[in-house]
Nanobody, 123 residues
Framework: QVQLMESGGGSVESGGSLRLSCVVS????????MGWYRQAPGEEDLRGVAHLTSMGAITYEGSAKGRFTVSHDKAANTSYLDMKDLNPEDTGTYYC????????????????WGQGTQVTVSS
């Protein structure tokens, strides 16, 4: 059974940095597509932050460009989201998600989701 577990959230002041981690267990697929999403306080929708694939493709969305860096340690089965120059608009619950890239190409959706980790940025 595939499980994703995020960690690394916390409270920081504007301009600060955080590193989020997402440990993936039970993964047996030959490829992986992973993403990070943020749910802002009071909002239902999740907004994409960054995505990466086992083929090396990386994309960033919105304000993550230039400030956030996504990476994956295959040996540790862990994805990271390094965030710098944080501001209050980055506040929210961050979720990691994963799917076989074959599923992603076919269905355009992630299969597995973590429980989320809270990030709070104060001004």
């Amino acid at each position: 059974q595939v499980q994703l577990m995020e960690s690394g959230g916390g409270s920081v002041e504007s301009g600060g940095s955080l590193r989020l981690s997402c440990v993936v267990s039970g993964w047996s697929e030959s490829t992986y597509c992973m993403g990070w999403y943020r749910q802002a306080p009071g909002e239902e929708d999740l907004r994409g932050v960054a995505h990466l694939t086992s083929m090396g493709a990386i994309t960033y969305e919105g304000s993550a460009k230039g400030r956030f860096t996504v990476s994956h340690d295959k040996a540790a089965n862990t994805s990271y989201l390094d965030m710098k120059d944080l501001n209050p608009e980055d506040t929210g619950t961050y979720y990691c998600a994963a799917a076989s890239c074959y599923v992603m190409i076919r269905e355009a959706r992630y299969t597995y989701w973590g429980q989320g980790t809270q990030v709070t940025v104060s001004s």
